[in-house]
């Protein structure tokens, strides 16, 4: 009976050891982003528009990742499956240098359905979204989930009336 309190002592205290040894870090060459892409029609009432929107399959979606000199060093994309779900791996290192995920952005790209194919810009699909916090942090993954991202279709797209060079309100052009 002695024996086996002294083997459980002995088992947990390497289990502790192990869990301690761990910094909390994720140690992955790869980051995924992910999210889902839909159809958002306006000529619907307000709980068909808030609940009915449809997936589209092969919407493109792209991820850019900038170096500290804004510099586009990574691109890269993928098309939603059935149910408009998307899933992008970029590589954490190119060139031997470190790709900070805060420094990407993912963005709607196309549109293969005829009747919705103009992008809107809520969540900031159309004009992009930074990578801020990841979602899931377990073990080897590194994963940013956003979303969802809409496209609509053109009798409900509202026309853009500002001036291209028109700056936002904290005097910087928005280019993404």
């Known amino acids: 009976m002695g024996a086996n309190i002294l083997l459980m002592i002995v088992a947990a205290s390497l289990v502790l050891v192990g869990v301690a040894a761990g910094d909390g870090t994720v140690d992955t060459q790869v980051f995924h982003v992910a999210g889902k892409v839909l159809c958002q029609e306006c000529d619907q009432g307000w709980n068909e ?61 196309s549109s293969p359905d005829p009747v919705c194919n103009i992008a809107t810009n809520f969540a900031g699909g159309k004009s992009g979204v930074k990578l801020h916090r990841p979602t899931v942090v377990y073990r080897d993954i590194l994963k940013y989930v956003l979303g969802p991202f809409y496209y609509t279709t053109p009798m409900c797209d509202e026309p853009d009336t500002s001036s291209p060079d028109e700056e936002d309100d904290d005097g910087k052009q928005s280019n993404y």
């Open 49 to 109: 528009w808030v609940n009915g929107a449809k997936p589209i399959k092969g919407c493109k979606v792209s991820v850019t990742c900038l170096d500290e000199r804004s510099r586009v060093v990574q691109y890269a994309s993928d098309l939603t499956d059935d149910a408009g779900d998307f899933q992008v791996a970029c590589n954490k290192f190119v060139n031997g240098k470190e790709i900070k995920p805060q420094n990407c952005f993912l963005r709607l790209v």
